[in-house]
């Protein structure tokens, strides 16, 4: 299957800034979501990247670089309700399949 | 506009015993998603299916089983349940991940089996 590899857990204060890291398989290659999942809850849609470059959404903005196999999200001005879990799903599959990775914990501290 | 609807939203099983988590969508979407969320973890794909009829194994799918009869409705299976399967079960739906079109999910189905 495919190996989605992103940090387990990043701490960060109220406004600064946060960049998780998410690296994945080229083969196949057509796309890639990134989600945000509070606890409890199901997760919502952030963005997704086909493109190489950076797509910019607010405070939020997400990286793709396709040769390198690489995307990042960019949290900017961290705010309390920021604290939740950032999951990376490339589209590797022709045929509609979409795996996640293990997801990345964001504590945001006073 | 009801999105993704699962039931139930909690459940208590023996071990042995089988149920059906219900996912029903009424946006037309072609594709639909289980996945699971262990404690902690991220979602793992148990099945998948692109369209009424078809539908395909996820990363793990042992211990499930599923059917699409209908474009809104995808149901899960679990024959013989396991503590193993104790989870988060989430139902999501998609017109068309191909083309960047995001996930709908439901707002998920908590299951224990002791």
């Known amino acids: 299957g495919q190996n989605i590899d992103q940090p387990t857990e990043m701490t960060a204060t109220e406004g600064a800034i946060v960049q998780i890291n998410c690296t994945y398989q080229t083969s196949g290659f057509n796309g890639l979501f990134w989600y945000q999942q509070h606890a409890g809850e199901a997760p919502t849609f952030l963005s997704y990247n086909v493109l190489d470059g950076l797509e910019e959404k607010g405070r939020f903005s997400s990286f793709l670089s396709r040769s390198k196999g690489y995307s990042y999200l960019l949290l900017k001005e961290l705010q309390m309700k920021d604290s939740a879990s950032y999951l990376c799903a490339p589209r590797t599959d022709s045929w509609g399949k979409l795996q996640f990775g293990a997801g990345t914990q964001v504590v945001v501290t006073p | 506009n009801a999105g993704v609807t699962q039931t139930p939203k909690f459940r208590i099983l023996k071990i042995g015993q089988s149920m059906t988590l219900q996912c029903a969508q009424d946006?037309?979407?072609?594709?639909m998603y289980w996945y699971r969320q262990d404690p902690g973890m991220g979602l793992k794909l148990i099945y998948y299916?692109?369209?009424?009829?078809?539908?395909d194994k996820g990363e793990v799918p042992n211990g499930y089983n599923v059917s699409r009869s209908t474009t809104e409705d995808f149901p899960l299976r679990l024959e013989l349940a396991a503590p193993s399967q104790t989870s988060v079960y989430f139902c999501a739906s998609s017109y068309s991940p191909l083309d960047g079109e995001k996930l709908f999910f439901g707002s998920g189905t908590q299951l224990s089996v002791l």
């Open positions: 946006m037309n979407h072609n594709y």
């Open positions: 299916s692109v369209g009424a009829g078809i539908t």
